[in-house]
DNA sequence: TCTAAAAATGTAAACGTTTGCATTTTTGTT
DNA sequence: AACAAAAATGCAAACGTTTACATTTTTAGA
């Protein structure tokens, strides 16, 4: 019989070799060097305890060979899992959002996971269209900031059986699960502080509630507090705007010019509050002499303020992490999501005090 | 002949409907609900002007019907492209990296790619494990902070022929391509600011070289200068700390109980900057009266410190922007990944003035 | 040594798109 | 009306894994 092979296996592609430095190799090619079925190897690499130590060997010493590296994109395809998570929040640039996501990260990093990050501006509009793209990604969870979404956004999630978490805020009413404080209560606790100082007449300074539900929290709180005290909420000292430092300076500055000032200010975050308090010294107001100012967050910078700021210290970090990790105990052992409520304080320094006349 | 029909084709999978609200539509399902092929789906979901107008139409008519989810995985799978850039920064917690991931986000975003975001806490080797990660998940580039990177990390990318890109860091002599301003020139500048101030006996603070190559670049920018005017490179005087304000204030602390303090001092970053200028009042000392201070960033909060923090601008939004533009460009045109050099501007503030005791 | 059970491994069918090529339909020119 | 060219659509083969299920090998007990 002459030696006729008409068709042999695998033409060595020359182009291809030119092109890239090496071929990538794949899960086959492995399998082939290691002399095992792709079946072994995709066991050897996944779960180890499950072929022999041998064999496992055998197919590592393969894998380094051959500089295999594995294809999530091809596992997810048909495990129908991407060990990947969504997060959206409304912006990094504020630091306290900075910090629940860099202990996010951290906890996913930690498990296998990696985070797939969106920024939504403020914009439910605009997270709806992101969460769409991260769920075409088929993240594993998704974990939302606060809890005003987009009507779609959520049928999407449920179509997709995508779980998802809450963080910022505390989803009572709705069967929403979230890992959050209390905004309202911690506000209130805020304001308590400064009635109990002594203040009559206090001033707010928040984000905008229309685009914010925390700061509607936490302006709800105000008010009410001052109402339980039989305080006045004057329309004039209360100002909603964007979080920037400047913003909170100009709405100091607002406040100051009233006929009628506050005798303290509660700043519903610490950037705010930073703005709020150098509007102060910059008109020559001793804090808190003339005005006491609490802000809230305790960003780390307020311990380097001068005077040093009064806030309310949230846990953004513990945040982060509970949420993951209850976001990934849910992926992968099927436990429900629970919610959580972590607890806030109240972190007294040194920009209150009670106010130098009393009525 | 009768009706036997032992395999009906598809019967309806009770248990599944009754768990998912919906069972997930494919491109398949909506290719038969629109009565063309999937083929043709797919274009008119990915390339609108290959198909028909009326084809068009029908078949998005179709995908709303069966609330259809795109599956990007699977598209990933065979278009060898996942829409998707990796991100890696050392930290997030620090705000000047939050900024330029926000810009390298926000520019991502509207160019349909989503960023999957690593943290790697300084170390090449957590590095490297996470760029494997994003690797395996096929981004399509790399987005990468500084030039200190584990070897391993490089052979990777370029097995996978996947684009890479540094940030934060000029890389001249190598060939990575890098979008940066130039640390070395750019600490100079600060330091170069002090001498012209006057002052003779510098002190510096900076985040530890031997992780971050950034310090390492403004520290030797720092010895140069100062050995460039004949100035002595004090050993007592320099400080490596971690990027805490805490850091900053017990470099400082420790600089001023040295025999002979400084008459200013350049920290290498505007965190540490506000904790030495905040000890420095702490312990009554006049700024810039008794010591100047300058920082590195010009994080918003040095418009608010009191003094003002005399610091170097630089262009982290700039920065994020045009590296997540250039990667963009460089993955769908095929334009080869450019080098660009950003410019830094030093901002003059409050906290620097000539010494107050010429020699 | 034999046998049953357990462990290890192999076979092959998915997973849900994209895309080269073939085929059909439409358009435009004569 | 006929025809060529262009546009639209369809067919079917990938892509690189995972995972039931089947088969083989090993282990252990008698």
Redesign the interface.
């Known amino acids: 019989m002459p030696p006729t092979r008409s068709k042999p296996e695998k033409p060595p592609d020359q182009s291809k070799v030119a092109d890239?430095?090496?071929v990538?190799a794949t899960i086959r090619e492995v399998a082939h060097r290691a002399g095992v079925s792709t079946a072994t190897v995709s066991r050897a690499l996944n779960r180890p305890e499950k072929v022999r130590a041998e064999t496992r060997e055998r197919v590592l010493q393969a894998v380094r060979e051959t500089?295999f590296?594995?294809?999530?994109?091809?596992a997810?395809?048909i495990s129908r899992r991407?060990r990947?998570i969504g997060l959206i929040i409304p912006?990094?640039?504020n630091?306290i959002y900075?910090?629940s996501?860099?202990s996010i990260?951290?906890t996913a990093?930690a498990a296998?996971y990696?985070?797939?990050?969106?920024?939504s501006e403020f914009s439910p509009r605009l997270e709806a269209d992101?969460a769409q793209?991260?769920?075409?990604?088929?993240v594993d969870g998704l974990i939302l900031t606060g809890g005003n979404h987009d009507q779609s956004l959520i049928e999407?999630m449920?179509?997709?059986?995508v779980p998802f978490l809450i963080t910022w805020k505390l989803m009572r009413g709705k069967d929403w699960p979230s890992v959050s404080f209390d905004n309202y209560k911690a506000a209130w606790s805020a304001v308590e502080f400064l009635v109990s100082l002594g203040h009559r007449r206090l001033g707010l300074v928040c984000g905008r509630t229309d685009v914010n539900d925390r700061a509607l929290d936490r302006r709800q709180a105000f008010e009410d507090c001052l109402e339980r005290h039989g305080l006045a909420v004057d329309p004039v000292l209360i100002y909603e705007r964007d979080f920037?430092?400047e913003e909170g300076?100009s709405a100091m500055s607002a406040m100051l010019d009233t006929p009628e000032p506050p005798t303290a200010v509660f700043c519903a975050n610490d950037i705010q509050a930073?703005?709020a308090?150098?509007q102060c010294?910059e008109r020559g107001l001793s804090v808190p002499g003339d005005i006491s100012i609490i802000g809230f967050d305790d960003l780390?910078?307020t311990?380097?303020?001068?005077p040093k700021l009064t806030t309310v210290r949230v846990p953004a970090h513990d945040m982060g992490r509970r949420a993951a990790e209850i976001m990934i105990a849910s992926i992968e052992r099927q436990i429900p999501l629970q919610s959580v409520e972590l607890q806030t304080e109240l972190i007294a320094r040194e920009t209150t005090a009670p106010p130098r006349f009393r009525r």
Chains 1, 2 share one sequence.
């Open positions: 890239a430095a090496r990538k500089h590296v594995f294809d999530g994109i091809a997810s395809m991407s990947t912006t990094i640039t630091s900075a910090a996501t860099q990260q951290h990093q296998g990696t985070v797939l990050l969106g920024v992101l793209r991260l769920l075409e990604r088929r999407k449920r179509t997709n059986g920037e430092m300076a930073i703005g308090l150098s010294r780390p910078v311990s380097y303020t001068r």
